[in-house]
């Protein structure tokens, strides 16, 4: 879905059992559980933050560049956003390129994915190092919709914010560094949903 992105995220307490779920309404895996590195990249000024754009430098099954422009929500409530990606054949290389042209990393995080595809959306089940979730991505509102209603989601519950958002959200209470959103960062840590003030979906 490269060039516009619109999605719906959720919080999960079970992520098994909506695997389960998707599994039962014959969804396609088309990524097995993979781990994802995840580099975020800003000038000094942090000149793309202030304009709410995202450019990242990601490893999963292959190396690739992304670029995301500020998030609107659209009918329905879903958020949408620019997106341009594409793949690098040296991860750390590409992370060099960026360097010498005047970026630095500000950002590094981590989660687990496994992605299905089923009636042309992409349910994607994200472990991170605060919980579990649920981002559902597809053409528009209702075809993304009509999936969390298969699943049993609480549309009421979707996130409208992004992973590190939530994680800022928290991270202060305790005493984490913003820019390490990695397992090792939180492995002592039980960060409740209440700090990032989201709901259940499930």
Known sequence: ????????KFHV?????MEVR?????????????????????????????RSQV???RQDDKARFT????????????????ELEFEVGDFDIA????EAIGFEVVLF???FRSTYELNNVHIMLDELPYGEFIEIEGENTEAIRSISNLLGLNWNAMIKAGYHALFERAAEKY????SNLSFENLKNIKIAITDMNIIPAD
């Open 22 to 50: 998707l599994l039962e309404l014959k969804a396609h895996l088309i990524q097995p559980r993979v781990h994802e590195v995840n580099l975020r990249f800003d000038r000094l000024n942090r000149e793309l933050r202030n």
């Open 175 to 178: 005493g984490l560094d913003v």
């Open 67 to 82: 670029f995301k422009g500020p998030s609107v929500e659209t009918t329905g409530g879903v958020m949408g956003r620019k």
């Open 55 to 57: 450019l990242r430098l």
């Open 1 to 8: 879905m490269n060039g516009q992105e619109i999605e719906a």
């Open 109 to 111: 995080y981590e989660k």
């Open 13 to 17: 307490r079970d992520l098994k059992k």
């Open 95 to 98: 992370k060099q390129f960026l």
